[in-house]
């Protein structure tokens, strides 16, 4: 500072801050004797003018001992908040930041490092620690040095400007000073009012937290030392008091700071997705698996279809259908729904409470249903969710034709089943409100099984996931039951010979699935659904009825495993696209044989597909009429 170059009094050795107050005294009066001439001259200069202040520093030197324990106290407890204080005169500011440098003699030694830093900003504070004698020698000489520059604190500015009266003032600091030595050599060298500071400080800041709280205030102060440093600060109470308060909202600040920097375990996890936008070439390959061709698009059935629940009390847990076109995708998103609504948190049976979810749960249910899907095409090992941008990623050229949907894709690929879940729940709302949900979950899941391995999983190359009028395929489907998309239902795998030493492989199921799939083809003998899919891991089927997929389940879980609860049951028929208005319960008695002559054109579709599974079971539609 520009103390430390100007002023003669910094030649004089800082004092030892282990010192006990009688070495303080002395070492104080010892270089008060021996100040330069120049200082001498212009104390004798200025002592007529210092005459006035005798008897008002007489009179309120009484006062000194009382207010040191109090500005220390009120410098030690800043912590506690503005303290508010009536005008007092010079004097007794003086004497109460006299009063603040000792109570900082009384911290622990562990902590003096850290307050001499804070002493540190106003260096009549940091000699005052050596002893009152020697701060009022060094406060006459700034005062004079100091009479063409504002003080850095309110010491110099008002102290007696008589050298005589300063002088008999001395003298009687010196002696007082003695008095208090001879009454502290009981105690080491600290006087009654450094005893009580440091009582009345240990039993304010007692314990871990207090001391804490001390020494984030200390660093606090340090990294605000720049500003206090200044010779050009204020010198009035309140400035001191303001510089107080400032302090005590720092430290506010501060505190608040450290409870927000409390980690949130919710915040920790961090997501490992690795994003990437679409490019053209992955765009044409994309239409090409999905159409046959690169100039094809979705059709409107598909770019307005999302995941959106039904508001119906009784069919809250179905999504519902638009249009026709994507039944086949939603039918098996509702059946995976339905997986997490029934059997998620336990194997027990259910009833039909758990058919009616919170709108909340119903859309966790679908983010979970969404991250199975996506895991079980990406083999257990990584998936990939395609959301939009809502600008291109690349300039559609060349045989390509823009739908507005493709172009505008970033690809978010995750190796963590938890990071998938994550990102998923972050982002439902893209695929729940939509308005691209089908199409987003289309494109997720040939990503995530990969483009070559999609179509090596083809019976023939040239086969496409969206056939004529914009109908889902049996291979998308199995992709998205199995996450394999193969193009038949039966188990394993059926080898051809043609005769010619040509083998043609037909590839099926080749495990058994979650969800299974009930077909009206089976009825007419045209294909053969195989137990994995006939018999799946939990008692929910798709329903393939005349070029339309629909959702058949029981709340039975041991309907698959125990032959007595498959005697008598109750399946639940749900259809997005039906406009069903109410909940439609079918029950299937299996000890009993339906006639022969009931099988007629009459018939309802759905019971020829429950009778594929439960052969000649009685179908009792209770009470809704059928649906032919």
């Known amino acids: 500072s520009r103390y430390d170059a100007e002023n003669p009094l910094d030649k004089i050795p800082p004092p030892r801050k282990h010192q006990h107050r009688s070495e303080k005294c002395h070492t104080g009066t010892a270089h008060s004797s021996n100040l330069p001439c120049a200082w001498d001259k212009k104390l004798k200069d200025s002592r007529e003018d210092l005459k006035a202040a005798v008897i008002s520093e007489e009179l309120k030197s009484t006062g000194k001992e009382k207010s040191r324990p109090r500005a220390g106290l009120i410098a030690r407890g800043m912590m506690a908040g503005p303290v508010a204080s009536p005008p007092e005169d010079p004097q007794k500011r003086r004497l109460s930041k006299r009063s603040t440098s000792i109570s900082s003699t009384a911290q622990p030694r562990g902590e003096e490092h850290e307050e001499h830093d804070l002493s540190v900003p106003s260096p009549d504070l940091q000699e005052s620690k050596a002893s009152p004698t020697k701060s009022h020698v060094e406060f006459a000489s700034k005062a004079l040095l100091s009479s063409h520059t504002s003080s850095a604190s309110e010491k110099p500015r008002n102290s007696p400007k008589d050298p005589e009266d300063f002088s008999s003032k001395l003298l009687s600091e010196r002696e007082r000073a003695k008095t208090e030595e001879r009454k502290s050599l009981p105690s080491s060298g600290a006087d009654s009012s450094e005893k009580s500071l440091k009582v009345s400080a240990s039993h304010r800041h007692s314990g871990a937290g207090r001391e804490k709280k001390e020494r984030s205030l200390r660093k606090t102060e340090s990294r605000l030392s720049g500003h206090r440093k200044s010779p050009t600060s204020t010198g009035c109470k309140e400035d001191q008091m303001k510089e107080v308060l400032d302090l005590v909202d720092i430290e506010d600040e501060e505190t608040t700071g450290e409870v927000n920097k409390t980690p949130d375990l919710s915040t920790l996890y961090m997501l490992q997705i690795v994003s990437k936008a679409i490019d053209i070439s992955l765009a044409k390959e994309l239409k090409n698996l999905l159409f046959g061709s690169s100039l094809c698009c979705f059709s409107e059935e598909w770019k307005i279809q999302s995941f959106t629940f039904n508001n119906i009390p009784q069919l809250k847990y179905g999504i519902v259908q638009k249009k026709g076109g994507p039944c086949g995708v939603l039918a ?166 043609s005769g010619n030493g040509n083998i043609t492989i037909l590839k099926g199921i080749t495990s058994r699935s979650d969800i299974g799939l009930l077909s009206l083809f089976e009825h007419y003998d045209v294909c053969q659904v195989g137990c994995y899919l006939k018999t799946p891991k939990y008692p929910i089927w798709l329903v393939c009825s005349e070029s339309h997929f629909s959702v058949l389940f029981c709340l039975e879980k041991d309907l698959l495993s125990d032959w007595k609860t498959g005697r008598r049951f109750d399946l639940y028929y749900y259809d997005g696209l039906a406009n069903q208005d109410e909940e439609i319960r079918l029950t299937v008695d299996t000890t009993q044989v339906c006639p022969e002559n009931k099988e007629n054109d009459l018939t309802p579709p759905l019971e020829h597909c429950i009778r594929t599974k439960w052969q000649g079971a009685v179908i009792d539609w209770n009470g809704t009429e059928p649906i032919l």
């Open 332 to 497: 098996a998103v509702q059946a995976c729904v339905l997986q997490q609504l029934i059997f998620a948190d336990s194997n027990r049976n259910k009833d039909t409470r758990c058919l009616q979810p919170s709108e909340a749960h119903r859309t966790k249910c679908l983010s979970l249903a969404l991250a199975d899907i996506l895991w079980r095409a990406g083999g257990h090992e990584k998936a990939l969710v395609a959301l939009p941008s809502g600008r291109q990623q690349f300039t559609p050229t060349g045989k390509y034709k823009a739908d507005g949907i493709l172009e505008t894709l970033i690809l978010h690929s995750a190796t963590r089943y938890e990071d998938l879940i994550l990102f998923l729940q972050q982002n439902i709302h893209q695929f729940e409100i939509g308005p691209y949900g089908c199409i987003l979950l289309t494109v997720s899941v040939i990503l995530s099984r990969s483009i070559n391995l999609v179509r090596n999983d083809f019976d023939v190359l040239t086969n496409r996931l969206i056939g004529s009028h914009g109908y889902c395929t049996q291979e998308l489907v199995n992709l998205l039951l199995t996450g394999k998309a193969v193009s038949n239902v039966f188990n394993n795998v059926i080898e051809l010979d």
